[in-house]
């Protein structure tokens, strides 16, 4: 029996889920895993993708499009009985080899922690995710996201509060106890608010820098929408008042922001260029343009990585269609 259930839900984008799926079965893990794609109301086109991958994969179908949490709790309900851990896996990722054998790995030696997440970067090799903190606002954001992925920060396994489902390992028993991803959110938060959960009840959430993948997160992040808004105040009604703001923890912890006290304030804070622009008044224009080019960098990788994978989608149409002409 597998040790592990890897549970990827999919809507459409057939090309991704091509890229993610032959990625795991050309470079299997040494742990014993299953692979179960839910397909949550995709188009014919990623129905006939699933059906080639024939026993290699487990297909969960679903008829109308349920969204994040529903698609992954229905997978987990499908996954082996033997299986210890379910890992929740986007279909937008590409896995470097040993990032399964790693979380498990890391799992085994700590049996007080509930969920481990794995160190995800953009296509260039900046991060996408190394653990979540909560800001001084009260809301979830990636740390370090668009740093160096080799950046010393990013490169230490240790513990958050939340990390993110995209690629999350959990221990089967914990996430059946905690009844799984609440269906009440709608394609955002699911992952915080089962995190935050699990911490509530004792258990710990850690973040585990040696399990590589990258992500192509852009195409799957929603615009602000009314689902956004939805999410968006259940989650502050939920948890505003309970979760505990600890981002600068960690900025303090890795040395990017450093204090030096005198016998009387102001006391000296030093301040890593890449955590942060310091506004003065007036505002260094320098500062301030570096932001917006920042700003404006991330922006066209983003449209880069979209344009690459409608590209990839457009082609994998013309593969199939030439593939039905043929046998017609």
């Keep these: 029996m597998p040790r592990c259930s890897i549970v990827i839900p999919v809507h459409n984008w057939a090309s991704l889920t091509r890229q993610c799926l032959d990625r795991l079965l050309s470079r299997p893990e040494r742990v014993d895993a299953e ?4 397909d949550d109301a995709s188009d014919a086109i990623t129905r006939d993708l699933l059906a080639a991958y024939g026993s290699s994969i487990r297909v969960v179908r679903h008829e109308r499009n349920t969204g994040f949490a529903t698609a992954c709790n229905d997978g987990a309900a499908a996954a082996a009985a033997g299986a210890e851990y379910l890992v929740f896996l986007n279909n937008d990722t590409i896995a470097e080899p040993g990032w399964l054998d ?8 700590r049996p007080t922690v509930a969920v481990v997440g794995s160190k995800l970067l953009f296509p260039g090799g900046t991060v996408q ?3 979540v903190v909560v800001c001084q606002d009260g809301y979830p ?7 160096p992925g080799d950046h010393p920060a990013v490169n230490k396994t240790r513990r958050f509060q939340i990390v993110t489902a995209a690629c999350a390992l959990v221990r089967r028993p914990l996430f059946d106890a905690a009844g799984g991803f609440d269906t009440t959110y ?7 608010d089962l995190c935050l959960r699990l911490g509530a009840q004792g258990h710990e959430v850690h973040y585990c820098h040696e399990s590589v993948l990258y992500h192509l997160e852009s195409l799957s992040r929603a615009e602000r929408t009314a689902e956004y808004d939805h999410n968006d105040q259940l989650y502050r009604s939920r948890w505003a008042d309970r979760v505990r703001p600890d981002e600068f923890t960690y900025y303090l912890e890795d040395g990017l922001i450093t204090v030096s006290h005198t016998y009387h304030y102001p006391m000296r804070l030093r301040i890593s260029p890449l955590l942060a622009v310091v506004e003065e008044h007036p505002v ?4 301030d343009l570096v932001d917006i080019r920042a700003k404006q960098v991330f922006n066209l990788v983003r449209e880069n990585i979209r344009l690459m994978a409608r590209v990839r989608e457009a082609e994998l149409r013309n593969e199939v269609g030439a593939a039905r002409s043929t046998r017609s």
């Design 129 to 131: 995710h190394a653990g």
């Design 284 to 287: 260094d224009r320098m500062d």
């Design 186 to 192: 709608r394609n955002g938060y699911e992952d915080v």
């Design 102 to 109: 790693t979380l498990v790995r890391y799992a085994d030696a």
């Design 35 to 38: 692979i179960i794609v839910v």
């Design 141 to 147: 954001r990636h740390v370090y996201s668009g740093f």
